[in-house]
């Protein structure tokens, strides 16, 4: 019975991750501002400026923007209804497939509000977990408080669960994310730093 849980789990994901490459294989980036099956909403999805954000949780630039810049975000713009900011997963090497299969497999399919939990206890205690000899146990640690349940050992081992999180890292390339974060504003790419300047003026 657990196998097959694991099973319909793992290709429930692969699945989701096949349809968001096909979308979006040719398209421009004005076409990062449409929803994906994957994606992570802080704020109210139907709010009038869109931002999409790439990331990947081994990498410090995205926890960093996550700690300190994601804070001001809401107070200004996403709690107030003005913005919405759309974490998008990616992975680029073993390491972050590894880690990223982790919550997948942690928050399963369909369940953006866990996964964004993850996300924040990822990022607010990356220094902690990346320093461990296992990071991969390292983040499942981080993520005990927010997961009762048993870790199925099965589900990370299923080849399916590491296409899902492959095909997700094509679909981003696709739109022309090579690095992380890559962040997206009404469909024009900005640099981190540069999100705050675009969104007032944005507002004038």
């Known amino acids: ?8 789990v793992a290709l429930a994901l692969a699945l989701a991750a096949v349809a ?8 421009t980036v004005g076409d990062a ?24 949780l081994r990498c410090a630039a995205c926890g960093e923007f996550h700690r300190a810049t994601l804070p001001r975000l809401k107070a200004e ?13 990616v992975a680029f090497d073993e390491e972050d497939v590894a880690v990223t299969k982790l919550v997948r497999c942690m928050t399963g399919p369909g369940r953006p509000d866990r996964t964004a939990a ?5 990022f607010r205690q990356q220094a902690t977990w990346l320093a461990a000899a296992d990071p991969v146990q390292g983040l499942q640690r981080a993520g005990r408080e927010l ?10 081992d299923n080849p399916l669960v590491e296409e899902a999180v492959l095909r997700s ?3 981003a390339r696709a739109m022309g994310v090579r690095s992380v974060p890559a962040l ?13 300047r675009v969104l007032a003026a944005l507002a004038r």
């Open 1 to 8: 019975m657990r196998a097959r849980r694991t099973l319909l």
């Open 118 to 122: 993850w996300l924040d206890a990822a």
């Open 33 to 56: 501002m449409a929803a994906q099956p994957d994606d992570v909403v802080i704020g109210n999805a139907a709010a009038p400026v869109r931002i999409v954000a790439y990331v990947a």
């Open 147 to 156: 997961e009762r349940q048993s870790f199925d050992r099965l589900c990370l």
């Open 169 to 171: 890292r094509d679909a």
């Open 184 to 196: 997206f504003v009404q469909g024009r790419r900005v640099a981190p730093a540069e999100v705050e």
């Open 77 to 89: 713009w996403l709690d107030a209804g003005r913005a919405a900011l759309v974490y998008r997963l």
């Open 20 to 27: 968001a490459a096909w979308l979006w294989m040719g398209r």
